[in-house]
């Protein structure tokens, strides 16, 4: 029977400490993303690489500043990943199969694994950085915007194609604009925190991949924020992930 650690996707940033260390390893201070229980294993960035921290003994409150040895070598995966580039292609949809969330949401309901994707980067719903907890509503406001458009399509769409329906224009028009709005904004802020350059149509990258194939990107952008080899993803959930076990706060 297989385990899986228990993980935190959050990344926190580093800083080097002048700490003895045994093993001549480089000593630093992260910030805990979120409180979290021992033995749970959040990711770190490095001088651009990530590394695993694992929470010990008593667990930590998000905030908590801790000083870890920096190993690249001791990742889940055994190797270090490098900050730079995207995790696989824009056109690497089924990667993880065609009954995956993140192609069957990309194709179905793009808003809904947006919205998934913006909660992972405590977004709100108009993909700018939320005050906090008002992150927590962006899923939610995502879901809603996709049933109402979804039940106005349904009873506004005209019959024929040479209906006029000036009306239905106008819903999915905005629909239309909002979409792209936020997908370009929510590709620009992952490029950005992962300091991906962009390759091509330099200056507009994001707007194009956003406009001319806006579910791949969607799926991309949750599979570069999740870490699908080792979590299950989830249809429905705030962040796309199965719900994490919370320590209750510790009080220092």
């Not at 770190?44 to 908590?64: K, R, W």
């Not at 690249?72 to 580039?85: D, L, M, N, R, S």
Request: net charge negative.
């Amino acid at each position: 029977m297989s385990s899986k650690k228990k993980t935190y996707a959050a990344i926190t940033s580093t800083e080097a400490v002048a700490v003895p260390s045994e093993s001549e390893k480089v000593m630093v201070e992260v910030t805990a993303p979120a409180t979290l229980k021992a033995g749970y294993i959040f990711k770190a960035s490095y001088n651009g690489i990530l590394f695993d921290v694992v929470v010990p003994t008593g667990g930590v409150v998000e905030g908590q500043n801790l000083v870890v040895p920096f190993d690249p070598k001791a990742t889940e995966y055994g190797t270090a990943e490098v900050i730079g580039y995207w995790k696989d292609d824009l056109c690497a949809c089924t990667r993880y199969g065609l009954c995956h969330p993140s192609i069957i949401n990309a194709c179905l309901i793009p808003l809904v694994l947006l919205g998934q994707v913006m909660t992972r980067l405590k977004l709100d719903w108009s993909a700018k950085p939320a005050p906090a907890g008002e992150w927590m509503k962006t899923f939610k406001i995502m879901a809603y915007i996709t049933i109402i458009y979804t039940v106005l399509y349904i009873f506004l769409s005209p019959e024929t194609p040479d209906d006029p329906a000036p009306l239905f224009s106008c819903i999915s028009f905005a629909y239309g604009v909002f979409t792209l709005v936020v997908v370009t904004r929510t590709r620009r802020i992952v490029r950005e925190q992962n300091e991906i350059p962009e390759t091509r149509c330099v200056g507009c990258e994001d707007f194009c991949c956003a406009f001319w194939c806006g579910c791949c990107t969607v799926s991309q952008l949750a599979r570069q924020t999740a870490d699908y080899d080792v979590e299950d993803a989830c249809f429905f959930t705030n962040d796309g992930l199965p719900p994490k076990e919370l320590a209750p706060a510790i009080v220092v």
